[in-house]
């Protein structure tokens, strides 16, 4: 076989193209290794073709919560967060959170899902709801992209949530049902490396994406804004069916479960009321899911009423304790018998708190250090 | 010139009396007022501090009924031991003979000598007696607290205005959650590198002021050294990506504090005397009080007549803005 020659030229050329090679190389590598193997790093992110519908000429709706926005070309979800462009619905708040800080994960609150440790909070600006007291209104009630946001992929939320030594990713502030992909994917990840994921929500999310969150959210926060469909209307803007078939779903699901109530003076403070509520998670949930009565403090448009006695609180608290239901807190009431966990059989204070500080933990292995009864909860 | 009546003699001498009265004791009048006003202050102060901490501790009904009755018994103790009590009696007597001597400054009699110290070494039994008694007091105090109002307590400082954590803690949930130390660094942060260099004296000198209303005057080579440790502190935090300053902050803010030496050793100080301890904690202190008692009596009536306000009529309030089926898209 003769010698091939090659002429310093094509030599030249080869030489130059495989030095561009080598170079891009690393970029695309990574990129594609972000993009698919730690995640995307954009901050729009088109939604998938399962939670919504191009309908005829751009119009697109969403099916992510029960609102089922139908959005016109360049119009935004009720949640100000998807935005139809040209036919295709995005995310505007993928990768970008306005609120990154780590908290104990009691702040969440959950009082049954590894007392003591740490959660890296994450939260975008949105909301599908429009609640008159919301405390967080001023991220909440925004677009994602009218707010000083901070650029951060699941991965480097996971690895910083690694190492800071957090338990957890709370998604949590706002709603993350408005934030739904982002978190999803960043739970998917987190997952996978070993970090769990809680989910304080108001749950007003539709039951097939939050089927598919079940298989990776571990605990789930759920605002119960009252019960009562006129209260959840005027007061919050939303509807109360929808958020009581999500409870059903993440206990079909198996999921860690606590439920959270603000008692607003006046507005949703009717005992009667709240005994129906208690009644009805009894039933449908089971008297160990944690109920939390949290006091309201004036904020956004109701500055004008007074923060929720602690008596109030305290009826409520007995309410749900004659209803049934094993472990009923106090929230934002503290120092309080109501911070504490007690154990339902032999009625010692198993885990002492101070708000959402825990001093002391008698739990081992999940049971009463004192009678060893077992105390339901994610414990380890 | 009009002769003075005899009636408007009377007046006038009354009237010049009086205001050679007055004058004469215009400076006793002052100085009881100066001394009420004095006291009051004093007692408003105190009242202030109690309620705050009342307040911060949230005691139910049946804490408050404990705690009252708990006052009641350290009021009869203390009746027990300095009213009807033979060897304070004795003690009262002994001393005032013992002042009596030595304002003379002629030298103690013995009788004198030895009566007193007879007495004083009684009184001293009898007051580790009565501290026992107050303890046992406190102990059962103790029972009926919560371990976090326990250790609210302890944390208590007196003050006029309570601190955040007592007035507005943090809640569940609530994102805005950004301590002083924070919003410092944050500022600090958003400064360009020029206007850094320009402030960094005028605000870290700020700080200093802060710093040494809380552990008083420093010295020169302290003041430097702080000034120093601060300033590396607030350059870590601007060298820091926005994302790894969010998720450090909490331990910036740490780093920041002044090492408070006096402090240290008031701590350590504090549990080396816990142990050999014979007059009352922290709790005691604050609530085994007679002054405690006429507040803590208004709260358990307030809460025994709380009624809960009318309900509102959610159809006549400004509703939440909802969305409408199909309508729901936000325009730009």
């Given at each position: 076989?003769?010698?091939?020659?090659?002429?310093?030229?094509?030599?030249?050329?080869?030489?130059?193209?495989?030095?561009?090679?080598l170079?891009?190389?690393?970029?695309?590598?990574?990129?594609?290794?972000?993009?698919?193997?730690?995640?995307?790093?954009d901050?729009?992110?088109?939604v998938?073709?399962?939670?919504?519908?191009?309908?005829?000429?751009?119009?697109?709706?969403?099916?992510?919560?029960?609102?089922?926005?139908?959005?016109?070309?360049?119009?935004?979800?009720?949640?100000?967060?998807?935005?139809?462009?040209?036919?295709?619905?995005?995310?505007?708040a993928?990768?970008?959170?306005c609120?990154?800080?780590?908290?104990?994960?009691?702040?969440?609150?959950?009082?049954?899902?590894?007392?003591?440790?740490?959660?890296?909070?994450?939260?975008?600006?949105g909301?599908?709801?429009?609640?008159?007291?919301?405390q967080?209104?001023?991220?909440?009630?925004?677009?994602?992209?009218?707010?000083?946001?901070?650029?951060?992929?699941?991965?480097?939320?996971?690895?910083?949530?690694?190492?800071?030594?957090?338990?957890?990713?709370?998604?949590?502030?706002?709603?993350?049902?408005?934030?739904?992909?982002?978190?999803?994917?960043?739970?998917?990840?987190?997952?996978?490396?070993?970090?769990?994921?809680?989910?304080?929500?108001?749950?007003?999310?539709?039951?097939?994406?939050?089927?598919?969150?079940?298989?990776?959210i571990?605990?789930?926060?759920i605002?119960?804004?009252?019960f009562?469909?006129?209260?959840?209307?005027?007061?919050?803007g939303?509807?109360?069916?929808?958020?009581?078939?999500?409870?059903?779903?993440?206990k079909?699901?198996?999921?860690?479960?606590e439920?959270?109530?603000?008692?607003v003076?006046?507005?949703?403070?009717?005992?009667?009321n709240?005994?129906?509520?208690?009644?009805?998670?009894?039933?449908?949930?089971?008297?160990?899911?944690?109920?939390?009565?949290?006091?309201?403090v004036?904020?956004?448009?109701?500055?004008?009423?007074?923060?929720?006695?602690?008596?109030?609180?305290?009826?409520?608290?007995?309410?749900?304790?004659?209803?049934?239901l094993?472990?009923?807190?106090?929230?934002?009431?503290?120092?309080?018998?109501?911070?504490?966990?007690?154990?339902?059989?032999?009625?010692?204070?198993?885990?002492?708190?101070?708000?959402?500080?825990?001093?002391?933990?008698?739990?081992?292995?999940?049971?009463?250090?004192?009678?060893?009864?077992?105390?339901?909860?994610?414990?380890t | 010139?009009k002769?003075?009546?005899?009636c408007?003699?009377v007046?006038?001498?009354?009237?010049?009396?009086?205001?050679?009265?007055?004058?004469g004791?215009?400076?006793?009048?002052?100085?009881?007022?100066?001394v009420?006003?004095?006291?009051?202050?004093?007692?408003?102060r105190?009242?202030?501090?109690?309620?705050?901490?009342?307040n911060?501790?949230?005691?139910?009904?049946?804490?408050?009924?404990?705690?009252?009755?708990?006052?009641?018994e350290?009021?009869?103790?203390?009746e027990?031991?300095f009213?009807d009590?033979?060897?304070?009696q004795?003690?009262?007597?002994t001393?005032?003979?013992?002042?009596?001597?030595?304002?003379k400054?002629?030298?103690?009699?013995?009788?004198?000598?030895r009566?007193?110290?007879?007495?004083?070494?009684?009184?001293?039994e009898?007051?580790?007696?009565?501290?026992?008694?107050?303890?046992?007091?406190?102990?059962?105090?103790?029972?009926?607290?919560?371990?976090?109002?326990?250790a609210?307590?302890?944390?208590f400082?007196?003050?006029?205005?309570?601190?955040?954590?007592?007035?507005?803690?943090?809640?569940?949930?609530?994102a805005?959650d950004?301590?002083?130390?924070?919003?410092?660094?944050?500022?600090?942060?958003?400064?360009?590198?020029?206007?850094?260099?320009?402030?960094?004296?005028?605000?870290?000198?700020?700080?200093?002021?802060?710093?040494?209303?809380?552990?008083g005057?420093?010295?020169?080579?302290e003041?430097?050294?702080?000034?120093?440790?601060?300033?590396a502190?607030?350059?870590?935090?601007?060298?820091?990506?926005?994302?790894?300053?969010?998720?450090?902050?909490?331990?910036?803010?740490?780093?920041?504090?002044?090492?408070?030496?006096?402090?240290?050793?008031?701590?350590k100080l504090?549990?080396?005397?816990?142990?050999?301890?014979?007059?009352?904690?922290?709790?005691?202190?604050?609530?085994?009080?007679?002054?405690?008692v006429?507040l803590?009596?208004?709260?358990?009536?307030?809460?025994?007549?709380?009624?809960?306000a009318?309900?509102?009529?959610?159809?006549k309030?400004?509703?939440?803005?909802?969305?409408?089926?199909?309508?729901?898209?936000?325009?730009?």
């Amino acid at each position: 076989m003769g010698k091939e020659s090659i002429s310093r030229r094509n030599f030249m050329l080869n030489l130059g193209k495989f030095g561009i090679g080598l170079g891009v190389a690393p970029y695309v590598l990574d990129r594609f290794y972000q993009e698919n193997v730690l995640g995307k790093e954009d901050s729009l992110y088109e939604v998938d073709l399962r939670y919504y519908k191009r309908l005829a000429g751009s119009e697109v709706q969403c099916f992510i919560c029960p609102l089922n926005c139908v959005l016109n070309d360049g119009e935004t979800c009720f949640c100000r967060t998807r935005k139809n462009h040209s036919g295709k619905l995005y995310s505007h708040a993928y990768n970008n959170p306005c609120v990154i800080r780590i908290d104990p994960v009691e702040k969440t609150p959950l009082n049954h899902f590894l007392p003591g440790t740490q959660t890296l909070s994450v939260a975008t600006g949105g909301c599908n709801l429009r609640c008159l007291y919301c405390q967080n209104w001023q991220q909440s009630q925004e677009k994602p992209d009218e707010l000083k946001n901070f650029n951060l992929a699941s991965w480097q939320a996971v690895k910083g949530a690694k190492d800071k030594g957090c338990n957890t990713i709370a998604y949590t502030y706002t709603e993350p049902v408005a934030f739904y992909e982002y978190m999803r994917d960043m739970a998917v990840f987190s997952s996978q490396k070993g970090v769990r994921n809680v989910m304080a929500s108001a749950g007003y999310i539709n039951p097939e994406p939050l089927r598919e969150l079940c298989r990776y959210i571990d605990g789930f926060a759920i605002a119960l804004k009252g019960f009562d469909e006129k209260y959840f209307e005027k007061v919050c803007g939303s509807h109360i069916t929808p958020v009581l078939e999500a409870l059903k779903v993440i206990k079909e699901e198996r999921k860690w479960l606590e439920i959270t109530t603000l008692i607003v003076p006046t507005y949703n403070d009717d005992m009667a009321n709240l005994r129906k509520m208690c009644q009805w998670i009894k039933t449908n949930l089971g008297s160990d899911v944690p109920l939390h009565f949290a006091r309201f403090v004036p904020e956004y448009k109701l500055k004008n009423l007074p923060p929720t006695p602690v008596q109030t609180l305290e009826e409520a608290r007995k309410i749900g304790q004659e209803e049934g239901l094993r472990f009923v807190y106090l929230s934002n009431v503290a120092p309080h018998e109501g911070n504490n966990t007690y154990c339902p059989n032999c009625k010692k204070d198993v885990v002492k708190r101070i708000g959402f500080k825990v001093l002391e933990n008698n739990l081992e292995d999940g049971r009463c250090r004192y009678c060893k009864r077992s105390i339901p909860g994610v414990w380890t | 010139m009009k002769p003075v009546r005899p009636c408007g003699k009377v007046i006038y001498s009354s009237l010049i009396i009086g205001i050679v009265v007055v004058l004469g004791v215009d400076g006793r009048l002052v100085q009881s007022g100066v001394v009420e006003r004095e006291k009051n202050i004093k007692e408003l102060r105190e009242d202030i501090n109690s309620l705050n901490l009342i307040n911060g501790l949230n005691l139910t009904q049946h804490q408050i009924k404990h705690v009252l009755q708990y006052t009641e018994e350290v009021k009869s103790l203390k009746e027990s031991y300095f009213k009807d009590n033979p060897t304070a009696q004795e003690m009262e007597k002994t001393f005032t003979e013992l002042k009596t001597v030595l304002e003379k400054n002629q030298g103690i009699p013995y009788d004198i000598e030895r009566r007193t110290n007879n007495v004083n070494e009684r009184g001293k039994e009898e007051i580790e007696r009565f501290a026992r008694d107050l303890k046992s007091i406190e102990t059962k105090l103790d029972a009926v607290l919560l371990d976090s109002q326990k250790a609210v307590i302890e944390d208590f400082n007196p003050c006029l205005i309570p601190p955040k954590n007592l007035k507005d803690p943090v809640r569940v949930g609530q994102a805005d959650d950004h301590s002083p130390g924070e919003a410092m660094l944050e500022r600090f942060r958003k400064l360009p590198d020029t206007a850094f260099e320009m402030k960094k004296d005028e605000i870290l000198e700020k700080h200093m002021e802060n710093i040494e209303k809380h552990l008083g005057k420093m010295t020169d080579k302290e003041e430097e050294k702080e000034k120093e440790r601060l300033l590396a502190v607030v350059k870590e935090a601007r060298a820091m990506s926005d994302v790894d300053f969010e998720l450090n902050k909490t331990s910036l803010v740490e780093k920041i504090k002044p090492h408070d030496e006096r402090k240290e050793l008031a701590t350590k100080l504090h549990k080396i005397n816990e142990a050999r301890r014979t007059e009352l904690g922290k709790a005691g202190k604050y609530l085994l009080n007679e002054r405690v008692v006429p507040l803590l009596e208004k709260r358990l009536d307030d809460m025994k007549k709380f009624a809960k306000a009318t309900p509102v009529d959610l159809n006549k309030i400004e509703s939440a803005d909802i969305c409408k089926k199909g309508a729901c898209g936000l325009k730009e």
